[in-house]
């Protein structure tokens, strides 16, 4: 029973290119959440999908950032033309329903470098 | 949106010395969890513990949901509990994420 899989588990991108991160969530889990974390600082909402349907994207940066979770495949969050300041870990989580949070399980988080 | 304060924001302890991290929260919520993000940067789920107390071997957590705040208890610390504590929380009204607390970096030396 695999866990939450995100990847690639370290990305580095000089600035401008584009940056597209992963996350399968676990079995029987058709909703995601990612987050960001900057560097000494604690995890911030970005946004929270279901399959093909954004629900909340209230975290997300206005321009640049983009997410999917299509009906098959893994959700990815897409950073176009990425900046110094876009460095950080972004972690993926999933649930089976929304609120369910004693069932929310973490990935292992995908870090990105910008150089 | 909801504040979620943690302190200390750093602690360093001695091995076999114990605890307490506190968590407080601006507003009601329907869910509070600790989490461990150990030096590789995983985060490990440690309690699901909206309110009362639960304990998993050296660790404990008491929440007291009337008065917005959380404890954490580490008893006997051990170099592998070195790392950083995060206190997340869920208010409790149309909530679709989770808001997460600054932490409490531990660093346990032998």
């Known amino acids: 029973n695999a866990g939450v899989m995100q990847n690639p588990r370290h990305l580095v991108r000089r600035r401008g290119q584009e940056a597209r991160l992963r996350c399968s969530p676990m079995?029987?889990?058709?909703?995601v959440y990612w987050y960001r974390q900057l560097p000494e600082e604690g995890l911030k909402f970005m946004v929270y999908?279901?399959?093909?349907?954004?629900?909340?994207e209230s975290g997300m940066p206005k321009e640049r950032f983009s997410a999917e979770f299509p009906k098959e495949g893994p959700s990815i969050l897409r950073i176009q033309q990425v900046v110094r300041g876009d460095s950080a870990a972004y972690f993926c989580?999933?649930?089976?329903?929304?609120?369910?949070?004693?069932?929310?399980?973490f990935g292992e988080g995908s870090w990105l470098t910008v150089v | 949106g909801i504040q979620v304060e943690q302190s200390p924001p750093d602690l360093i302890l001695q091995e076999g010395a114990n605890s307490t991290l506190r968590c407080n929260f601006s507003?009601?919520?329907?869910?509070l969890q600790w989490f461990h993000q150990n030096p590789w940067g995983q985060l490990i789920n440690l309690f699901y513990?909206?309110?009362g107390t639960k304990q998993n071997g050296r660790l404990s957590a008491t929440t007291v949901a009337t008065e917005r705040y959380s404890l954490l208890y580490i008893s006997s610390s051990q170099t592998t509990d070195s790392g950083v504590y995060f206190c997340?929380?869920?208010?409790?009204?149309?909530?679709?994420?989770?808001?997460f607390g600054t932490g409490t970096r531990l660093t346990v030396i032998p």
């Open positions: 989580a999933s649930s089976p329903d929304r609120g369910l949070w004693n069932t929310i399980y």
């Open positions: 079995k029987g889990h058709s909703h």
């Open positions: 999908l279901q399959k093909e349907n954004i629900i909340d």
């Open positions: 507003d009601s919520v329907n869910n």
């Open positions: 513990i909206p309110s």
């Open positions: 997340a929380v869920a208010p409790q009204t149309g909530a679709n994420n989770l808001f």
